[in-house]
C-alpha cells in the first residue's frame, strides 16, 4: 500500500503560479513513476503529468506542455507539479498517483494508488 497527499492548491488570478505537492508513504516511493491527473467540474480525470522514477524523463500534456514542471525528490518521498500562466481552465481539482512501473503511463488503469485530491481554482 502507498499513501499519497496532496497540498498546495487554492484560488489563483490567472496568470500566476502554482507549485502542488504530494507526499508519498508507504512503498519504495524512487522505484515507481508518479503522475498528476486533473478533474474539472462534470469531465473526466484527465492525464496531466509524468515522471519516471530517476526523475529524468518527464511527460506532459498539450494542455500544460511548455508552462509546467514536474519533479520528484526522492530523498522527501515528494513529487511535485507547478504550473505556469494559469488560466481559468485550469481549474480542476488535481490528483497525484503512483504508477505501476516501469514506464510512465497516461492512462488512470496505469496507476495503483491516488491522493485524495486538491482543488486549483483560477479566476480571470
Known amino acids: 500500500q502507498v499513501q499519497l497527499v496532496e497540498s498546495g492548491g487554492g484560488l489563483v488570478q490567472a496568470g500566476d503560479s502554482l507549485r502542488l505537492s504530494c507526499a508519498a508513504s508507504?512503498?519504495?516511493?524512487?522505484?515507481?513513476?508518479m503522475g498528476w491527473f486533473r478533474q474539472a467540474p462534470g469531465k473526466g480525470r484527465d492525464f496531466v503529468a509524468g515522471?519516471?522514477?530517476?526523475?529524468?524523463?518527464?511527460y506532459y500534456a498539450d494542455s500544460v506542455n511548455g508552462r509546467s514542471t514536474i519533479s520528484r525528490d526522492n530523498a522527501k518521498n515528494t513529487v511535485y507539479l507547478r504550473i505556469d500562466s494559469l488560466k481559468p481552465e485550469d481549474t480542476a481539482v488535481y490528483y497525484c498517483?503512483?504508477?505501476?512501473?516501469?514506464?510512465?503511463?497516461?492512462?488512470?488503469?496505469?496507476?495503483?494508488?491516488w491522493g485524495q485530491g486538491t482543488q486549483v481554482t483560477v479566476s480571470s
Open positions: 498517483a503512483a504508477g505501476r512501473g516501469p514506464f510512465v503511463g497516461r492512462s488512470q488503469s496505469e496507476y495503483d494508488f
Open positions: 515522471i519516471n522514477w530517476t526523475g529524468r524523463s518527464t
Open positions: 508507504g512503498r519504495t516511493f524512487s522505484r515507481y513513476p
